[in-house]
């Protein structure tokens, strides 16, 4: 059985930085693409970033790209998201995924494992 663990929330001012990290165990994690998805206030839960199982391609929504960093390390069976220049709209329950396959995927329909969620609040 897989288990996901986020750990990494908090709270933090408009322009600040958060680092989340999610570690897995239960599946050969490197067979596996890994996701950030969040949870706001005002919308259901939307895609945030994606990384391939290598670890060597990745892609991000729009709304963060440029200012998150989506990593993993296949040895620890970790995966980080570097926030940087964050904003009140950024603020939700962030969720790691691992995808039913190694490829980029976005939608949630191809994640069967998720974590629990930790909280990122962003005050302007």
């Known amino acids: 059985q897989v288990l996901l663990v986020e750990s990494g929330g908090g709270s933090v001012q408009a322009g600040g930085s958060l680092r989340l990290s999610c570690a897995a165990s239960?599946?050969?994690?490197?067979?596996?693409?890994m996701a950030w998805f969040r949870q706001t206030l005002e919308k259901e839960r939307e895609f945030v970033a994606v990384?391939?199982?290598?670890?060597?391609?990745?892609y991000y929504a729009d709304s963060v790209k440029g200012r998150f960093n989506i990593s993993r390390d296949n040895d620890k069976s970790t995966m980080d998201l570097q926030m940087d220049s964050l904003k009140p709209e950024d603020t939700g329950i962030y969720y790691c995924?691992?995808?039913?396959?190694?490829?980029?995927?976005?939608?949630?329909?191809?994640?069967?494992?998720w974590g629990q969620g930790t909280q990122v609040t962003v005050s302007s």
């Open positions: 995924a691992m995808a039913r396959q190694r490829l980029l995927k976005t939608r949630q329909g191809d994640f069967d494992a």
């Open positions: 990384i391939n199982g290598r670890g060597d391609y990745w």
């Open positions: 239960g599946r050969t994690f490197r067979d596996y693409a």
